[in-house]
């Protein structure tokens, strides 16, 4: 697939945009021990209406495609996220992801993603409007112009929504490192958002009735919104299950539990929508997070 990349580096885009700114299906297993026995859940229906109380985590989501340089290493990627975390000061930004891929057939391609996440369209405009304006901005891009280049033209933007909470089943590694899973799905027949987000109550219950402490698992969903110019436009997709844990042994879990114990739903499901066989598979890291600025990612899995 073309990319139109920038002439700089993400850096430049990623801190001048921030600095000027004042402002997560039907899964195939990987290979998993024996799921442990499903928790009793005595009244479903009192359940998934208590589960839908708690608000849902909205974001306006923006990946953008990276490239490595022959500089990519983890001490420069440390380097890199160190400095760029000193400028970041918009209230708007509220967590950053970069996701390194594990498989070479992944549905959306072998590249690195570097995730933004906004409390809106427009504050992400806003900053889009500015990034350019940062003298910070452009020294720091030419200092690490070898080590990460990103499609920042062709950024691929989605609406997310965090059903269930992140903490649910425990909390991210101090390192920041989490195992990633994303499926790319498109809808079925006449189902469309208003059916999938409908759906998500139950989803949510299951989910958090599972026995999956201490794995740190959470599901979400991105609904598509790329334009045209977006690096993957051509990928088809109306919408993407991501999936999270602290491993990938974690993630194995996860979803031998949801094979084992989620034939109801994954049938519910099936009415709404189709999703790949397998999905893209990511080694992951928190880059920022609003709630949490102590936490420094450490890049010695790359």
């Known amino acids: 697939m073309l990319h139109r990349f920038l002439p700089q580096s993400l850096c430049l885009f990623l801190i001048a945009l921030l600095a000027a700114c004042s402002a997560e299906q039907a899964p195939q297993p990987d290979e998993a021990p024996a799921p442990e026995?499903?928790?009793?859940?005595?009244?479903?229906?009192?359940?998934?209406?208590?589960?839908?109380e708690a608000p849902a985590m909205e974001y306006f989501i923006e990946f953008m495609a990276c490239e490595t340089g022959p500089d990519y290493s983890a001490e420069s990627m440390t380097s890199l996220v160190a400095e760029w975390r000193t400028?970041?000061?918009?209230?708007?930004?509220?967590?950053?992801?970069?996701?390194?891929?594990?498989?070479?057939?992944?549905?959306?391609?072998?590249?690195?993603?570097?995730?933004?996440?906004?409390?809106?369209?427009?504050?992400?405009?806003?900053?889009?409007?500015?990034?350019s304006q940062n003298a910070e901005a452009a020294a720091l891009a030419e200092k690490y112009a070898s080590v990460l280049n990103?499609?920042?033209a062709g950024r691929n933007a989605w609406d997310f929504v965090g059903h269930v909470p992140a903490?649910?089943?425990?909390?991210?590694?101090?390192?920041?490192?989490?195992?990633?899973?994303?499926?790319?799905?498109?809808?079925?027949?006449?189902?469309?958002?208003?059916?999938?987000?409908?759906?998500?109550?139950?989803?949510?219950?299951?989910?958090?009735?599972?026995?999956?402490?201490?794995?740190?698992?959470?599901?979400?969903?991105?609904?598509?919104?790329?334009?045209?110019d977006a690096s993957h436009a051509e990928v088809a997709a109306s919408h993407i299950w991501g999936?999270?844990?602290?491993?990938?042994?974690?993630?194995?879990?996860?979803?031998?539990?949801?094979?084992?114990?989620?034939?109801d739903l994954r049938a519910e499901y099936s009415k709404i929508g189709t999703c790949t066989e397998t999905p893209d598979r990511y080694d992951s890291w928190v880059l920022y997070a609003s709630d949490d600025a102590d936490l420094v990612p450490d890049f010695s899995r790359l």
């Not at 920041?176 to 006449?190: A, L, N, P, V």
């Not at 409908?198 to 999956?212: C, D, M, N, T």
């Not at 844990?245 to 034939?263: H, I, L, P, Q, V």
């Open 243 to 263: 999936e999270w844990a602290r491993s990938k042994e974690d993630m194995a879990k996860a979803t031998e539990n949801f094979m084992e114990n989620g034939g």
């Open 37 to 52: 026995p499903m928790a009793a859940v005595e009244d479903t229906e009192s359940m998934v209406a208590e589960s839908a």
């Open 87 to 131: 400028l970041i000061s918009s209230d708007d930004f509220q967590g950053s992801w970069f996701y390194s891929p594990v498989s070479e057939t992944n549905t959306f391609g072998p590249t690195a993603w570097w995730e933004l996440g906004w409390t809106s369209k427009e504050a992400a405009d806003a900053g889009w409007a500015q990034w």
């Open 150 to 152: 990103c499609d920042a």
């Open 167 to 228: 903490d649910t089943f425990g909390e991210t590694q101090d390192a920041g490192y989490f195992y990633s899973h994303y499926w790319t799905c498109s809808y079925e027949g006449d189902a469309g958002r208003e059916e999938l987000e409908a759906f998500l109550p139950s989803h949510k219950a299951f989910i958090e009735a599972s026995p999956l402490q201490g794995t740190g698992y959470h599901p979400g969903v991105y609904f598509d919104r790329r334009s045209t």
